[in-house]
């Protein structure tokens, strides 16, 4: 009877470790964040919730992203092993989420109009052009090609809310969309970071290739505070004050996990990247709930 509880209680503990990793390694995290940017901006224009319509960013992202990761896992085996190592003892699960996430994604887009449509099937169609067109062409001439053209299409992703919620395209929006490539231009190099040997092996032009950590780091510290001014120009133009509580939050955010990078490496470096980085965007709509009292 203990014999067999024990081996119960293993593997019920081995299936939660399992679903951890998946979240994780398999960008559930990073997905549900393209959600919980485009949902933060739905509270702040104090729209109807649609779920179908939230579920449309994340499953664009997790596509994207779980065709990524299958595409170069012999390229992560060195630079993300943890990732690389999840993904390979899961690729034909893999293989069948992606035809699932064309599925569901294709239903969810049959609920709404053909501006909505196409524009999500074009970041779509941009994510995917990039790791079979232009990551290889692009990473190895153009110094942050990568993070320029990943923080541009989910920037880009802002602007289904007016296709589909039939709205005029206004500054706030704008500014907005301005500060989601902002901040995603400091999440993306810092995520580089944690390739620098690999990428530096592979002759890539990334920006810690190019500068080194610390000088990287002390950048994207910088970079942090400019996303003020798309931020600042929505307050004075659209009068919302609450925002300054996104702002102060997220600055901080990024504050916290920029210094604590200069003393991490390996794992733990990646780890934070995983799981501190990845988490940023799933506080937005608490923030700006907090905001809104």
Known sequence: MAVSLKISIGLTVKKILGLGKEFIYGGHLLSLGFSAIIYTVVIFLKLPVSLTFLAIPYLISQFIYSYNHLKEIHFDADSNPERASHIKQREHFTRFLLAAYLILLAVCLLTTNLLTTMLALTILIGGILYTDVFKELGIKYIVGFKNLYTSFFVAVGVFLIPTFYQLEISLFLIGIALFVFIRLIVNTVFFDIKDLESDKSRGLKTFPVMMGKKKTI????????????????????????????????????????????????????????????????????LLVLLARG
């Open 218 to 285: 002390i950048v994207l510290q910088l970079i942090n505070l400019v996303s003020l001014i798309p931020i600042i120009g929505g307050i004075i133009t659209d009068k919302q004050p609450s925002t300054y509580f996104l702002l102060i939050g997220l600055m901080l955010y990024a504050f916290y996990y920029l210094t604590h990078a200069i003393f991490l490496n390996g794992k733990g470096l990646r780890n934070l990247s995983y799981i501190v980085v990845d988490g940023e965007y799933v506080f937005w709509p």
